[in-house]
C-alpha cells in the first residue's frame, strides 16, 4: 500500500489550492449574493485549463488523472460550491461525450467545451422523472435524417448558459442521448429555479419543441441513452464526492477558527469538550471520505471499475459535508445564523448534495445491491 | 390522568388554527423575501388577543395560560415561524418578564398594553461578548438621582426595530457579579434607545433582529424590574417559560414537515408507484411520526407542570433541545422527501429548513440547555456542574 500522492499529483493539488483561495474563495460570497457566477471566473478557470481538466490533450484537455480531477474539484468545492457546481456539470457533460461520442463528435465538441467556449449541461431530470429517469416522457421521433425532440427536462445546471447539452429523450428504440447544440431551432430555456443554496449556478428547465436535431448528433447507440447516461454516473458520483469534500473541509476550517477565537465563561469555546466533539467528528467524517475518494480515484487510474467506490463516496460526502456544516454552525452560535458569517451559506450549499446526482436513497439503492449481489440476491429501486 | 384537551382549549386551538391558516400562512413567502416583519399580520392577531394570551384577563390577556400559549405557538410554528418568533419574543420574553416579576403598578403600565397589543415588547439579554455566557454582560446602569442611566450594547434583540417596551438587563455593580451586581430594566423605545444593525438572517427573515444602543439612557428607578441587584434570576426565570414555548413552536414546525411529507408520497410516483410503498420513504415518515409524538406529549406535560406551579426548569430545557432538533430533522427528511422540489424555493419546506436551524441557537444554545439538564440532574445527586 503506498498513500502518498505522486509528485505531479501533489503539485496540481497545491496550484489548485492556490488558485482557488486568491481568485473563486474570495468572490463566493458575491456569487451567492448575485445568483451569478461570473463569466470571466469561467474565462480564468478555461485558461488555466480547469474546464478540459480530465480531457486528452488531443482536445486541448489538461489530460489530468482522475486523482488529480478529484484535487481540482476538492479544491474548487472548498473554495465556492456553486461556481464548482456550474464546474462539475460542464465536466460531467464532457465526459460523456469523451466516452460515448464518435471521433468527428468529439473532435466537433470537447475541444470547444476544453477551451471553455462551450459550457456543457447534462439533461436527464424531467418533472416526472427524476430518480427514475426510464420514465422520462420526452420523445425523439426520426425525421428523416433527423429527429425532433419533444419535452421538457427540469432542474438543468447551467441551461440557459450551455453551449453543449447532452440530453436524454424517449426514441422508438428507447432512450437515447443526444448532443444538443444550444441555438438548436425549437429549444428553450425556462425561468431560473430559486434554490436554498447553490445559488450562483443556473439551473433552469428546457422546453424542447420539435427541436431539430441530427442523427449524426446521437450520442452513444440509438435506445442506449440510459447506459449513456448510468456510465456517466460514475465520473459524476465521484467528482461530486470530491466537492463534497473541500466543502465539508471548508466548514471545519470556519467552524475551527471561531472556536479557538470565540470566548465565553472566560476560556475559548475550544476549549469545551462539546465544540472538540463536534470538531473531532467532522474530522472524522472528512478523513474518511478523503479516503473512499482516493480509493475510488485510485481504481480509476488503474483503469478498474470504480463503480461502486464513487457511489459510497458520494452518498456519504453528501452526508459528511451537510452534518459538518449543520455542527459547525452550531459552533458559531448566533454568528452562524447571520449571513455575514460563510457558513450559512455552506450549510444551504450543502444541503444540495443528497439529492443532486441521485438521492441518497437510491445510492443506498446502488450500494446494497452490490453488497447482495455477492449473496445472490437481485435489488431494485 | 387525562390527556385530552378542555373542551376550551380545543375551541381555542380551532381559531387560532383558522387565523394561521387564513391570515399567517398566505403572508409567510413575502415576509421572507422581503425580510421585513409583516405588522399588518401582528395587528391582526393583536385584534383577536393573540398577543396576550398566556396573561389573565385583568391584565388585558386572554386568560388562556400556558396550555393556550404552547396551543398559540403549536400552531403559528406551523404556518409561519417568523411569525411565531415575533410574537414569542413578544409574549414569551418581553412581556413575560413583567407579568413574572413586575410589580402591579407596573403591569398595569406596561403588561396590559402589551397584552393588548398596543405595544410590543422585546427582550434584550445578549451582548457581543456574553451569548451563552449571560452572566458577563457589560451594560452598565449607574444610579443618578431617580433614574438609572444606562450604557452599552445589546445585540441580536428579536423585535429591536419595532419594540416599544424592552426589558434589559445592565450591572448595577460590577464588584457583585451576576448575582447581585445585575439588575433587570422595563425601557421604553422613547426613553432613547437606539436601533444599530438590523441583521440579515440565514432564516426566520419575517422577524426582525437587531443591536440595541444606549447611550445615557435614562430609565426610571421606578422601572426596575425584580429587586435591584437580582436582575439575572427575573431573566433566567423567564427564559425558562420561553424554551418550553419555543419547544411548542417546533412542535408545530415539526408536524408541519410530517404532513407536508405524506401528502407528497402519497402522490409522487417513481417507478410506477407512489413513493409511498418504498420503505425509505415509509421509515423516515414513521421516525418523523415517533418524535413529533414524544414532544407533543413533552411540551403539553410541562405546560401543565407551569400551571401546577411544580419546578420545570429541567423540562423546559428538554423541551428546546429536543423540539429544535425534531423540527430540524423532520423538515430535514421532509426536504429530502420533496427531492429538488424540497430545495425550491417556490415551496415552503425550503424556508422552513432555514427557520427551524435557529431554535438549536437561540433562547440558550441547545449545548447549554444539555448544561441545564445535567446540571439539575447532577444537582439531585450533589453535585455542582459549571458551565
Ligand atoms: C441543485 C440541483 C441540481 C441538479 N442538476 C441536475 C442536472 O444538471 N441535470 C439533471 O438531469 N438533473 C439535475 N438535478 C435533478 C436531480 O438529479 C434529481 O433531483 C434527483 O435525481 C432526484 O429526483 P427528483 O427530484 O425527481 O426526486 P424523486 O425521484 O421524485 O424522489 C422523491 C423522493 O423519493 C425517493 N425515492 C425515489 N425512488 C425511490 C426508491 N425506489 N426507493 C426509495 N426512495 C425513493 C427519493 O430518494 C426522494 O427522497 C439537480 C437537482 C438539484 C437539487
Ligand atoms: C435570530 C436571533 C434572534 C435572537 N433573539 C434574541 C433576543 O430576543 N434577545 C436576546 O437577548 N438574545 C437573542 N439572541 C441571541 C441568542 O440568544 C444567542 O445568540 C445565543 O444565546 C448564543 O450566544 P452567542 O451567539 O454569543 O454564541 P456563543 O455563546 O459564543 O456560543 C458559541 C458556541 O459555543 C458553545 N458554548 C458556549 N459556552 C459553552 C460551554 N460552556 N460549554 C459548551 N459549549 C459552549 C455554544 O453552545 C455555541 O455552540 C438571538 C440570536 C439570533 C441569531
Redesign the pocket.
Known amino acids: 500500500m503506498d498513500f502518498t500522492l505522486n509528485e505531479e499529483q501533489q503539485m496540481f493539488g497545491q496550484m489548485f489550492g492556490d488558485f482557488m483561495a486568491k481568485e473563486v474563495a474570495p468572490r463566493a460570497e458575491a456569487i451567492d449574493a448575485e445568483g451569478e457566477t461570473p463569466s470571466e471566473l469561467l474565462e480564468q478557470a478555461a485558461m488555466q485549463g480547469f474546464l478540459g481538466a480530465i480531457l486528452p490533450e488531443d482536445y486541448m484537455g489538461a489530460a489530468l488523472d482522475m486523482t488529480s480531477y478529484t484535487l481540482l474539484a476538492e479544491a474548487w468545492g472548498r473554495a465556492d460550491l456553486s461556481s464548482a457546481t456550474v464546474f462539475h456539470a460542464h465536466m460531467m457533460t464532457a465526459m460523456a461525450i469523451l466516452a460515448h461520442g464518435t471521433e468527428d463528435q468529439k473532435a466537433t465538441y470537447l475541444e470547444a467545451m476544453a477551451m471553455g467556449e462551450k459550457l456543457g449541461a447534462f439533461a436527464l431530470t424531467e418533472p416526472a422523472a427524476g430518480s427514475d429517469p426510464a420514465g422520462m416522457l420526452t420523445e425523439a421521433k426520426p425525421d428523416g435524417s433527423d429527429y425532433l425532440l419533444n419535452g421538457v427536462k427540469s432542474w438543468v445546471t447551467n441551461a440557459g448558459r450551455a453551449g453543449t447539452y447532452v440530453v436524454f429523450a424517449r426514441a422508438p428504440e428507447g432512450v437515447t442521448g443526444f448532443i444538443v447544440d444550444a441555438d438548436t431551432p425549437g429549444l428553450k430555456v425556462g425561468g431560473r429555479e430559486k434554490t436554498l443554496g447553490l445559488r450562483g449556478a443556473e439551473i433552469r428547465a428546457l422546453y424542447l419543441d420539435h427541436a431539430r436535431v441530427p442523427a449524426a448528433n446521437v450520442l452513444g447507440k440509438v435506445g442506449h441513452g440510459l447506459r449513456v447516461a448510468l456510465s456517466t454516473m460514475d465520473f459524476a458520483h465521484l467528482s461530486l464526492a470530491a466537492l463534497t469534500l473541500g466543502g465539508a473541509e471548508q466548514a471545519l476550517d470556519l467552524g475551527v477558527q ?2 479557538s477565537e ?1 470566548k ?2 472566560g476560556v475559548l ?1 475550544a476549549k ?4 472538540q466533539n463536534y470538531l473531532a467528528d467532522a474530522k472524522l467524517k472528512i478523513e474518511a471520505l478523503r479516503h473512499l475518494i482516493e480509493h475510488a480515484s485510485w481504481l480509476a487510474v488503474q483503469g478498474k471499475p470504480y463503480s461502486f467506490e464513487a457511489t459510497m463516496a458520494k452518498l456519504y460526502g453528501g452526508q459528511a459535508i451537510y452534518e459538518t456544516a449543520n455542527t459547525m454552525i ?6 452562524g ?2 449571513v455575514d458569517y460563510p457558513i450559512s451559506r455552506l450549510y444551504r450549499d450543502a444541503r444540495a448534495m443528497s439529492i443532486i446526482g441521485g438521492s441518497a436513497e437510491i445510492q443506498r439503492v446502488l450500494v446494497a445491491r452490490h453488497v447482495l449481489a455477492e449473496a445472490g440476491i437481485e435489488v431494485k429501486p | 390522568m387525562d390527556f385530552t384537551f378542555p373542551r376550551e382549549m380545543e375551541k381555542f386551538r380551532k381559531l387560532v388554527r383558522e387565523f394561521g391558516e387564513e391570515v399567517v400562512r398566505p403572508a409567510a413567502k413575502a415576509a421572507d423575501e422581503k425580510h421585513e416583519v409583516d405588522m399588518d399580520v401582528i395587528r391582526q392577531a393583536a385584534a383577536i388577543g393573540l398577543l396576550g394570551v398566556p396573561f389573565p384577563q385583568k391584565y388585558g390577556g386572554v386568560g388562556a395560560g400556558e396550555t393556550g400559549y404552547c396551543i398559540l405557538m403549536e400552531e403559528l410554528g406551523k404556518v409561519c415561524t417568523s411569525t411565531a ?1 415575533t410574537i414569542g ?1 413578544h409574549i414569551g ?1 418581553g412581556a413575560m418578564s413583567i407579568y413574572l416579576d413586575g410589580t402591579e403598578a407596573q403591569k398595569q403600565k406596561y403588561l396590559v398594553p402589551l397584552a393588548r397589543g398596543e405595544k410590543l415588547g ?5 451582548e457581543p461578548n ?5 452572566a458577563s454582560i457589560k451594560t452598565k446602569a449607574v444610579r443618578d438621582g431617580d433614574a438609572y442611566l444606562l450604557n452599552g450594547s ?7 426595530p419595532l419594540a416599544d417596551v424592552i426589558s434589559v438587563l445592565a450591572v448595577t455593580d460590577p464588584t457583585l457579579g451576576a448575582h447581585g451586581g445585575v439588575t433587570a430594566f422595563i425601557g421604553e423605545k422613547q426613553f432613547g434607545i437606539q436601533v444599530g444593525t438590523v ?1 440579515k ?1 440565514m432564516g ?1 427573515r419575517g ?1 426582525a ?1 437587531s443591536e440595541l444602543i444606549f447611550e445615557d439612557v435614562r430609565i426610571p428607578a421606578e422601572n426596575v424590574l425584580g429587586p435591584v441587584g437580582l436582575g439575572f434570576i427575573t431573566f433566567m426565570k423567564t427564559l425558562d417559560t420561553g424554551r418550553l414555548t419555543l419547544g411548542a413552536a417546533t412542535l408545530g414546525g415539526a408536524e408541519e414537515a410530517l404532513r407536508i411529507a405524506i401528502d407528497y408520497a402519497r402522490v409522487r410516483e417513481a417507478f410506477g408507484k407512489p413513493i409511498a410503498h418504498k420503505q425509505s420513504i415509509q421509515f423516515m415518515i414513521a421516525d418523523m411520526a415517533a418524535e413529533v409524538e414524544a414532544l407533543r406529549s413533552l411540551v403539553y406535560r410541562t405546560a401543565w407542570m407551569v400551571e401546577q406551579g411544580m419546578p420545570y426548569t429541567k423540562e423546559a430545557g428538554m423541551c428546546k433541545l429536543l423540539g429544535s432538533q425534531t423540527a430540524s430533522r423532520n423538515i430535514h427528511r421532509a426536504l429530502q422527501i420533496l427531492g429538488a422540489l424540497g430545495y425550491s424555493r417556490d415551496f415552503p419546506v425550503e424556508r422552513m429548513f432555514r427557520d427551524a436551524r ?1 431554535a438549536e ?8 440547555q444539555r ?1 441545564v439538564i445535567a446540571s439539575q440532574l447532577f444537582k439531585e445527586v450533589g453535585i455542582r456542574i459549571r ?1
Request: without cysteine; hydrophobic residues 45%.
Open positions: 471561531f472556536a470565540r465565553q465563561f469555546i469545551k469538550q462539546a465544540i452550531q459552533v458559531h452560535g448566533g454568528y445564523y447571520i | 418568533t419574543a420574553i422585546a427582550f434584550a439579554l445578549t456574553a451569548g451563552s455566557d449571560a445589546k445585540i441580536y434583540i428579536t423585535n429591536g441583521e438572517k426566520i422577524s433582529t435557529i441557537i437561540f433562547e440558550g444554545t441547545n449545548e447549554i448544561i458551565p
